[in-house]
């Protein structure tokens, strides 16, 4: 049986007195909205030291962007452990879970992931993570596809969302290209321009030498 993603979310904020728990450290914080915000599950998947994926932190969203509310220092795999010691020595982070969201060896689930694990499993989802195909969603501006009952389908993605991966992936592929190399993607749309110039093939009828034969073939 795969990972179940909100299970496991809930075990490890059981040491802060479960979600109610975590809820009253936000209103603590400021948080206006602490008793209704959404929690998402951070989960990880480092092959070289992990067989499975695991849940390692907590985000919120507000408006389009996360951020973790919860993350762990040191988790039950003794070379994840031993890797953030050694990326620390370099990089200044403030807990393991967002060292392995940096490094790609994690994700902040959406409701879109969620629906995609369904369909496949964890490890999957994660793989495309390390491959850049799927968004971290860390520390970035993101619209991503949320599952509501009034959700407004767009498209040409299905209601239940049974043919939707293939599309949302490359429609966050095409976003995070286009962020990441704008000069990339405007020089990569201005050659489609021009392709499509280069194309465009005119006949001028007037003076056209077709033979008999050739108008019968296509009348």
Same mark, same amino acid.
């Given at each position: 049986?795969?990972?179940?993603?909100?299970?496991?979310?809930?075990?490890?904020?059981?040491?802060?007195?479960?979600?109610?728990?975590?809820?009253?450290?936000?209103?603590?914080?400021?948080?206006?909205?602490?008793?209704?915000?959404?929690?998402?599950?951070?989960?990880?998947?480092?092959?070289?030291?992990?067989?499975?994926?695991?849940?390692?932190?907590?985000?919120?969203?507000?408006?389009?962007?996360?951020?973790?509310?919860?993350?762990?220092?040191?988790?039950?795999?003794?070379?994840?452990?031993?890797?953030? *010691?050694?990326?620390?020595?370099?990089? !200044?982070?403030? /807990?393991?879970? &967002? +060292? $392995?969201? @940096?490094?790609?060896?994690?994700?902040?689930?959406?409701?879109?992931?969620?629906?995609?694990?369904?369909?496949?499993?964890?490890?999957?989802?994660?793989?495309?993570?390390?491959?850049?195909?799927?968004?971290?969603?860390?520390?970035?501006?993101?619209?991503?596809?949320?599952?509501?009952?009034?959700?407004?389908?767009?498209?040409?993605?299905? *209601?239940?969302?049974?043919?939707?991966? !293939?599309?949302? /992936?490359?429609? &966050? +592929? $095409?976003? @995070?290209?286009?962020?990441?190399?704008?000069?990339?993607?405007?020089?990569?749309?201005?050659?489609?321009?021009?392709?499509?110039?280069?194309?465009?093939?005119?006949?001028?009828?007037?003076?056209?030498?077709?033979?008999?034969?050739?108008?019968?073939?296509?009348?």
């Amino acid at each position: 049986m795969g990972l179940n993603a909100n299970q496991r979310m809930s075990e490890i904020l059981r040491p802060l007195g479960g979600e109610e728990g975590l809820r009253k450290k936000l209103r603590t914080h400021g948080y206006s909205d602490w008793n209704t915000i959404s929690f998402y599950p951070i989960i990880a998947y480092f092959p070289k030291y992990m067989d499975s994926c695991d849940v390692v932190g907590v985000a919120v969203r507000s408006n389009y962007s996360f951020k973790i509310v919860y993350g762990c220092i040191k988790t039950d795999y003794q070379g994840v452990n031993e890797w953030y *010691s050694y990326v620390s020595l370099h990089d !200044d982070y403030n /807990s393991l879970t &967002e +060292a $392995l969201l @940096d490094h790609h060896k994690a994700m902040i689930a959406t409701e879109v992931d969620v629906q995609d694990a369904k369909l496949r499993n964890w490890e999957s989802i994660l793989e495309e993570v390390h491959d850049g195909v799927r968004r971290t969603k860390y520390d970035v501006d993101d619209d991503d596809f949320l599952l509501t009952d009034s959700m407004n389908i767009t498209f040409g993605v299905s *209601s239940d969302f049974t043919d939707s991966s !293939d599309i949302l /992936s490359f429609l &966050e +592929a $095409l976003k @995070d290209f286009s962020a990441m190399n704008p000069k990339r993607f405007i020089k990569f749309v201005e050659q489609g321009e021009e392709l499509e110039e280069e194309l465009e093939i005119k006949f001028d009828e007037d003076n056209a030498d077709w033979n008999d034969d050739f108008i019968n073939e296509w009348s």
